[in-house]
């Protein structure tokens, strides 16, 4: 069948005969972000789904936390905090099946931790240690990615080669508010659609790209929106409802597994600490909006849906604390080794088979390494 | 490893344009993982037709056409060969690469490295390039040196059809990202399978001396690659007349560099001249020829000197002639040369 043949084919048609190719009502996202706790739906998720949840939120924030201090004691060069939105990190985390792929960017350490990185490999790309500490197809985490959006192209180029071998595997990318006006979104989106590849975007509207808030942004009525002009449907979550951010994931996840192609998810939340530990976030934002949003927190929405179906007691919420300050002091004492690098290793990764350049360069770095090792012998 | 082409004679084919499709047929029915993308490759053959009846042949989802998207087409390579494919990617023409350079420069590049090995990206790119086709603006860029600048890509170049065909064969083999600079002005050159005997490909990184020396008095070496080879091969020819014993070496690879091939030469010769598209202000150029003053110095009776294109943004073709190195500008070089032979007569090491 050749493309014309195809039913459906789009071919512009003169005026009088033209029609949508699509129905644009079913793609569009809800008018008001979709939340879950607090309403009588959320009687119906699991138990264990939510003690799951609650368990890597409090682990997550502590996470956060330990890593933001790190930075201050020197032991991370940097750290983008991803405090305020545990729900969509842990979300993102848990959603998806061992075979499944997560692309995720530089904020989005927590995920990759939750999807079961060891939280130390997790954060070498931000230490200054080796840009990737992880072998990505251990655990299905591509490289944290620091170029805004370049991922996206990556994780639909991963399942549609998946879908071509025919193994039935998801790939979920993320990006940031900011990341969407970039290029490689739209093609990445325009690229999942056309080819119905199995892919969800979750977008972490976090309301700032460093300083520029997103109505400097973009025009959109939302960014879910955006999903309508690629074809593919956009859903709109509150992004510190972790029930329903798993929940419109999950559906997604399993609408791409089915064969019905890329949804794009926007959640809605906020970033309550500074872009990095080298941002001054007073600069662009006023404290009471910061309140505002404390107010509508992720764990404690959690928290408080938890006890009214009694899944969750004090005692409950010291072991969840528990665990996280685990987390955290293994965190501690391991950031707290130093690191060791083999310098001759700047040449084995280059290529496949190191040119004759690459090899004369590292007998010359070689040399400057014995030396240095027999000024140092002679100095004691 | 070298790469043959088959002894059927039938089987060899008559054009570079050929060659390069022979080879990414035979690619694909040899290695399954093997995939063409881009744009207009599928049902079209390409705009050069090099793809043509690869999608008849293997299906659509292995000779795809995308959108018309540069990034998306390199960036959903990249994922791709993250998968277990070794995908092809085709730029229309050389000019139009350049918004993929993000993906190029920040993922495919380095990939290999930051994963520390785990995550090697086997994707070949292949970009009709440079002028003399009479292309309109953006057809005919030769940008060699923004790859050649970025660590962790192959940088090749074919001159003749067999080269076409078995450093093609050998780039989509290769577990490392390659450029492959299909010289777009030589695709319709015919193969001339004397010439090219033996029809065997070492693998990339390896130099030829397509023309030697023959040890006469007054000898230089011309070091060339892609659509300035055949210049340097008449140069040579004509530059007999004026006693010169020229040497024409083919880098056919540019990364890696083959420093041996290149330094043998030239010690024997004991003269250089580099001749290339690109425009010579931080062009190729002044690499090879620091490479080949470091190493050869002592051996050199004269500055090692550049022919390339002019330091401007490539010119409407019906200028182009003027801009591009043909065969007067080599000779006006190699008798360059000359002057400075004369002038150290006597006082060679
Ligand atoms: C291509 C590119 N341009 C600029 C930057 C510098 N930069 C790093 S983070 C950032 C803001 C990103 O904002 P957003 O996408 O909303 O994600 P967030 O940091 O809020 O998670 C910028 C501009 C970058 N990393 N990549």
Redesign the interface.
Do not use: C, I
């Given at each position: 069948m050749?493309?014309l043949e195809q039913p459906g084919a789009y071919r512009p048609t003169p005026p009088p005969g033209w029609q949508p190719r699509v129905e644009a009502a079913p793609l569009l996202p809800d008018a008001e972000p979709y939340r879950l706790l607090g309403t009588a739906a959320a009687a119906d998720i699991s138990p264990d789904l939510l003690i799951r949840l609650h368990r890597e939120l409090v682990r997550g924030r502590r996470y956060n936390a330990q890593a933001t201090a790190l930075t201050r004691q020197g032991r991370l060069a940097v750290y983008p905090s991803s405090t305020g939105q545990e729900a969509c990190q842990v979300a993102a985390g848990l959603v998806l099946e061992d075979r499944d792929w997560l692309f995720p960017s530089y904020r989005d350490t927590l995920a990759a931790v939750a999807r079961g990185l060891d939280p130390v490999d997790a954060l070498t790309l931000l230490r200054g240690d080796?840009?990737?500490g992880y072998?990505?197809?251990e655990h299905r985490v591509?490289?944290l990615c620091t170029?805004l959006a370049?991922q996206?192209?990556?994780?639909?180029?991963?399942?549609?080669?998946?879908r071509?071998?025919g193994d039935d595997?998801v790939?979920l990318a993320l990006v940031g508010d900011g990341g969407t006006s970039e290029?490689?979104f739209h093609?990445?989106l325009?690229?999942a659609a056309?080819w119905r590849a199995p892919v969800v975007f979750l977008v972490q509207n976090n309301g700032f790209a460093i300083s520029v808030p997103l109505a400097k942004q973009t025009a959109a009525p939302s960014l879910a929106h955006k999903a309508v002009g690629y074809g593919m449907p956009g859903r709109l979550v509150d992004g510190n409802d972790v029930a329903a951010v798993h929940q419109v994931l999950a559906e997604a996840v399993r609408r791409a597994r089915g064969g019905g192609g890329p949804t794009l998810v926007e959640a809605v939340t906020y970033r309550i600490e500074a872009h990095t530990n080298a941002d001054d976030a007073t600069r662009y934002r006023p404290d009471s909006e910061v309140e505002a949003w404390q107010a509508h927190d992720p764990i404690a929405l959690l928290e408080d849906a938890m006890r009214d179906r009694r899944l969750l007691d004090d005692e409950g919420v010291r072991a969840a604390r528990e665990s996280a300050e685990r987390l955290a002091a293994d965190l501690r004492t391991r950031m707290h080794q130093d690191a060791v690098l083999d310098p001759m290793?700047l040449f084995?990764?280059?290529?496949?088979d190191r040119?004759?350049?690459l090899r004369e360069q590292a007998a010359q770095l070689r040399a400057e390494l014995d030396a240095e090792a027999d000024d140092s012998g002679k100095g004691e | 490893m070298t790469t043959a082409i088959g002894a059927d004679t039938a089987r060899k084919p008559a054009t570079m344009a050929q060659a390069l499709g022979r080879a990414l047929r035979d690619a694909m029915a040899a290695d399954p993982s093997v995939?063409v993308l881009g744009e207009d490759v599928g049902?079209l053959g390409g705009v050069f037709r090099i793809t043509d009846g690869l999608a008849k042949e293997f299906g659509e989802?292995r000779c795809t056409d995308?959108?018309l998207?540069e990034?998306?087409i390199?960036?959903?390579?990249?994922?791709?060969?993250?998968?277990?494919?070794r995908?092809v990617v085709e730029m229309q023409f050389d000019a139009f690469a350049y918004?993929s350079f993000?993906?190029l420069i920040?993922?495919v590049s380095r990939?290999?490295?930051?994963?520390?090995?785990?995550?090697?990206m086997p994707i070949t790119v292949r970009v009709p390039y440079g002028g003399g086709i009479g292309g309109v603006e953006h057809h005919s860029d030769s940008s060699e040196i923004y790859y050649m600048a970025t660590?962790?890509l192959?940088v090749v170049a074919p001159a003749t059809v067999a080269d076409a065909y078995g450093l093609l064969r050998a780039a989509i083999a290769?577990?490392?990202p390659v450029i492959f600079l299909e010289p777009k002005r030589l695709y319709w050159s015919k193969a001339d399978w004397s010439a090219d005997a033996p029809e065997q490909v070492p693998p990339i990184?390896r130099a030829v001396v397509r023309r030697p020396a023959t040890g006469g008095r007054r000898s230089a070496t011309l070091i060339s690659y892609g659509p300035s080879v055949p210049v340097c091969l008449e140069a040579a020819e004509a530059a007999r007349a004026e006693g010169w014993d020229l040497e024409v070496v083919d880098l056919r690879s540019l990364?890696?560099?083959d420093?041996?091939t290149v330094c043998a030469s030239v010690r024997r010769t004991g003269r250089a001249v580099v001749v290339h598209e690109a425009t010579g202000f931080g062009g190729p150029g002044g690499e090879i020829a620091a490479r080949v003053t470091e190493r050869c110095f002592h051996h050199l009776e004269a500055p090692v000197l550049r022919v390339a294109g002019f330091d401007i943004p490539y010119p409407p073709p019906m200028l182009e002639r003027h801009h591009l190195p043909g065969v007067d500008r080599v000779l006006d070089a190699v008798a360059r040369l000359q002057w400075e032979s004369e002038w150290t007569e006597g006082s060679a090491v």
């Open positions: 050749t493309v080796w840009h990737s072998d990505p197809h591509a490289p170029p370049t996206l192209p990556h994780a639909v180029g991963l399942a549609h080669a998946a071509l071998k595997v790939a290029g490689d093609e990445a325009n690229f056309v290793e084995e990764h280059v290529y496949a040119t004759s350049q | 995939h049902t989802d995308t959108p998207a990034a998306g390199l960036g959903t390579a990249v994922g791709m060969a993250m998968y277990g494919l995908p918004p993000e993906q920040s993922h990939m290999r490295n930051r994963t520390r090995g785990a995550m090697p660590p962790g192959h290769s577990d490392d990184g990364v890696p560099f420093d041996d």
